[in-house]
Structures are given as structure tokens and as C-alpha cells.
């Protein structure tokens, strides 16, 4: 019906009908399944990083099948230790020849099992960089070397939260999304949305709490 991304232009399966349409959607499903609107929350939030940084060869074929429900991307940017703290990041990529490599762990991931690709952030530079070491890439799940568990998260089990573990994990280098040790600089842009997507959801769940 159009309800996932309609922000996203035309020639990635969106509708072009900007972030504030989005918004109305986004919050009118909440209003009747605050767990139903996470997919639209997931769709949008990665669907503007994919969009924005990604190749267009590689994600528009993936954007297509996001808009029309056929996929879940997932965003993987908490670790055990340091939460979501960017500068703090642990999990490797290294560069070996045309692929990068991943090793460690994600975890508090919302849809973990349940996701087709995943937008994964990792530290490509060295530990002082901070968050300008961060370099953010797009990765199937199918891929070998990638393993996930699942929560008992009580509320909300339709989505649902888990671990990714990644063990030499390969994807091509046409998989990076925006420049290399600046992807979650680069990245964060598309946050500011979700967030704004996140006080829709909680502000219709409260109507109808109320």
C-alpha cells in the first residue's frame, strides 16, 4: 500500500511523499500496533541511510523489496561493552583486498533473527579516532560466518531484540555506506529522523492509553 518508506523517491519503490507524511503513516499504525510500526520505524531509519550512502546498484534492488514488505533491515550499532557509544566500538572491519572482514558482536538489536540485511558499524580506524574511526557497511544475513540469538524481551516480542556474532565475516567493498572512518559521523543524520518517528509512536500509543 505504499506505507513503508513513502519519504523514499520514486526510483527506490517509495512514493517521494516526504518525512512528514511519513510521520502521519508512521503514527496512525501505532495508534493501532505500536509493534507493527517498528517495521516502519526499521524501514525508514535504514531506508534514508541506504538511500543516501549507499551504491545505488547494490541497495536499490534491496530498497525495492524493503518498501514492498518483503524484507527486514536491521541497524547494528549497540556492543556489549560500550552500548551505543560510537566511540567506543569494538567490532573489526579490515580490509583484505576487494572485501572487508568483520569480527565481533552486536547486541540489543532490535529484529536480530529476523532481518534479511543489516546495517553493521564497526572501527576501521584506530581506538583514539573515536567516532571518526567508525565506518558503517551493508551486509546480508545470509552471509557465512554470521550467527544471532534472541531475547525474552517481555512487550515486545513481535519485533523482538537479539546478538549478532560475526566471524570473518565477508562483504565486497561496494557494500560501505559513506566514506570510510566517517560512517557514523555520516550516518547519524538519519537517526535525527527515527527519533522524531520514535515521539510519533509513543505520542498515538499514549492517545490511546489515555
Known amino acids: ?7 523514499l523517491p520514486e526510483e527506490f519503490g517509495g512514493l517521494g511523499m516526504g ?7 508512521h503514527e496512525e499504525i501505532a495508534r493501532a500496533d505500536l509493534s507493527i510500526s517498528y ?3 526499521l524501514a525508514s531509519l535504514n531506508g534514508q541511510i541506504l538511500s543516501k550512502y549507499g551504491k545505488p546498484e547494490v541497495v536499490k534492488p ?7 514488505g518483503e524484507i527486514i533491515c536491521a541497524i547494528a550499532l549497540t556492543e556489549p561493552r560500550g552500548g551505543s557509544d560510537a566511540a567506543n566500538l569494538r567490532l573489526r572491519i579490515e580490509q583484505d583486498g576487494d572485501e572487508y572482514v568483520i569480527n565481533g558482536e552486536k547486541t540489543s ?4 533473527d529476523q532481518a534479511d540485511i543489516t546495517v553493521v558499524f564497526g572501527r576501521t580506524g584506530k581506538a583514539e579516532d ?6 558503517a557497511l551493508l551486509v546480508p544475513m545470509d552471509t557465512k560466518g554470521i550467527k544471532t540469538n534472541r531475547f525474552d524481551c517481555h512487550g515486545q516480542r513481535a519485533i523482538g531484540r537479539g546478538s549478532i556474532f560475526f566471524d570473518n565475516v565477508r562483504v565486497p567493498l561496494s557494500h ?4 570510510e572512518n566517517k560512517g557514523f559521523v555520516q550516518v547519524m543524520h538519519g537517526f535525527d529522523f527515527s ?6 509512536q509513543c505520542l498515538a500509543v499514549a492517545r490511546v492509553a489515555l
Open 109 to 112: 538489536i532490535s529484529a536480530a
Open 176 to 179: 560501505r555506506l559513506g566514506d
Open 19 to 25: 518525512c512528514l507524511a511519513a510521520g502521519v503513516i
Open 62 to 68: 534491496w530498497l525495492k523489496k524493503l518498501t514492498q
Open 130 to 135: 573515536g567516532a571518526h574511526g567508525v565506518t
Open 1 to 7: 500500500m505504499g506505507f513503508l518508506c513513502p519519504e
Open 195 to 200: 527519533r522524531s518517528l520514535i515521539g510519533l
Open 39 to 41: 517495521l516502519n520505524l
